[in-house]
Structures are given as C-alpha cells and as structure tokens.
C-alpha cells in the first residue's frame, strides 16, 4: 500500500496507509489528519482539502486539472505547490508522497 505522510501546521507528521485508486483526501480522514475537513467528500467543490505537495513529489502529483484550479482560484493561501487532496488519485507512483496542511 502506497504510505503518505501529511504535516500539520503543527509540524507533526502523520503517515497514513492509502490505497490505490482513491484519493488523498480520503487517506487523510481515514487516518484523522486534523486540518482535512472535506466539506464537499471529494467533489472539487469547496477546497477544505487544501495541500501543499512536497518539491520532490510535484511532478508524481501532477497539476491542477481545469475544475481543480478554478476552485483554488478562490481559497487563500494558494501557491505553485497548491493541490485539492480529493483531485489527487493514489497509486504506487505515489509511494512516500509528503504532503503539508496549510495554516
């Protein structure tokens, strides 16, 4: 199973089991990460599931699809490194993905 490891704005680090084929916002309620609320359950709808991805895992991560970037549009906080969890689909090229909640 594909490992994830999300930071908290504490600076704590939560790893997390995902599973391939569901998404990163999914392993991050499953495995409690505080600062995931996921308001919409991973409809793109409302940017509770607002990361940062990781330099070294951006390119494995891959960018913001159209619907994905709109909705980032809108939240604060953004940067290059900005990604909606529940856009983000586990698979084994994902294996060590580190990513950070925003304040």
Request: aromatic share 2%; proline share 6%.
């Amino acid at each position: 199973m594909p490992r994830i490891t999300f930071v908290t704005t504490e600076g704590q680090s939560i790893e997390v089991d995902g599973r391939p084929g569901e998404s990163v916002m999914l392993a991050a309620l499953v495995g409690m990460v505080p600062g995931i609320e996921a308001v919409c359950g991973g409809a793109c709808s409302c940017g509770t599931c607002h990361v940062y991805v990781d330099p070294q895992w951006r390119e494995a991560a891959g960018a913001p699809r159209e619907l994905e970037a709109g909705m980032l549009e809108g939240i604060g906080n953004v940067t290059g490194a900005s990604r909606l969890c529940c856009q983000i689909q586990i698979g084994d090229h994902l294996d060590g993905l580190v990513v950070r909640v925003p304040v």
